[in-house]
T-cell receptor, first 112, second 113 residues
Framework: QKEVEQDPGPLSVPEGAIVSLNCTYS??????FMWYRQYSRKGPELLMY????GNKEDGRFTAQVDKSSKYISLFIRDSQPSDSATYLCAMSARGGSEKLVFGKGMKLTVNP | DTAVSQTPKYLVTQMGNDKSIKCEQNLGHDTMYWYKQDSKKFLKIMFS???????INETVPNRFSPKSPDKAHLNLHINSLELGDSAVYFCASSPAAGGFGYTFGSGTRLTVV
């Protein structure tokens, strides 16, 4: 079993839809959880991060962590064509210079 | 002003050649990384340096050799290139302590023919 599992999709939704992206993990030591967005031919950019369990909201984006289920989610409200990208979850046991373990990435297309 | 810059952006080379990729960061971060992203977009760590010291060395063929002349630079040299080395190689940096999440470069797309 891989440490981090993520459905690679692809996922195609109409503009304005609510998008839910998910990852599961097996390593109970993970405490830091991140979502990266990667546009085509670009490097991943940090979108959201959370520490331990709970929710975090930033504009149209909400990140949720459920450590008891080893499950994390990213919700995108009122999705826009500019949200079309690959979304990668990532996690680590410690912050700072600890290595990140990534999911495979989910390719999202938002159609106008 | 690019935070993490890699050169070259594209590299096409023949099997058996030796090539280098360079990375520089101007964020003042202490730690730098090399990640490999395969054709299925899976990102996997290769190496990590903290202030010029190698701290992570994943299971990578010894044809790959990283070098960090100072904490702002991390280069990757690859000997005897093979077809399977074709991938996108990303450099990233992070603070050593406090704060988390990496800043990635835009990648070097390596194609071995």
């Amino acid at each position: 079993q891989k440490e981090v599992e993520q459905d690679p999709g692809p996922l195609s939704v109409p503009e304005g839809a609510i998008v839910s992206l998910n990852c599961t993990y097996s390593n109970s030591a993970f405490q830091y959880f991140m979502w990266y967005r990667q546009y085509s031919r670009k490097g991943p950019e940090l979108l959201m991060y959370t520490y331990s369990s709970g929710n975090k909201e930033d504009g149209r984006f909400t990140a949720q962590v459920d450590k008891s289920s080893k499950y994390i989610s990213l919700f995108i409200r009122d999705s826009q064509p500019s949200d079309s990208a690959t979304y990668l979850c990532a996690m680590s046991a410690r912050g700072g210079s600890e290595k990140l373990v990534f999911g495979k990435g989910m390719k999202l297309t938002v159609n106008p | 002003d690019t935070a993490v810059s890699q050169t070259p952006k594209y590299l096409v080379t023949q099997m058996g050649n030796d090539k280098s990729i360079k990375c520089e960061q101007n964020l003042g971060h202490d730690t730098m990384y090399w990640y490999k992203q395969d054709s299925k977009k899976f990102l996997k760590i290769m190496f990590s340096y903290n202030n010029k010291e190698l701290i992570i060395n994943e299971t990578v063929p010894n044809r790959f050799s990283p070098k960090s002349p100072d904490k702002a630079h991390l280069n990757l040299h690859i000997n005897s290139l093979e077809l399977g080395d074709s991938a996108v190689y990303f450099c990233a940096s992070s603070p050593a302590a406090g704060g988390f999440g990496y800043t990635f470069g835009s990648g070097t797309r390596l194609t071995v023919v």
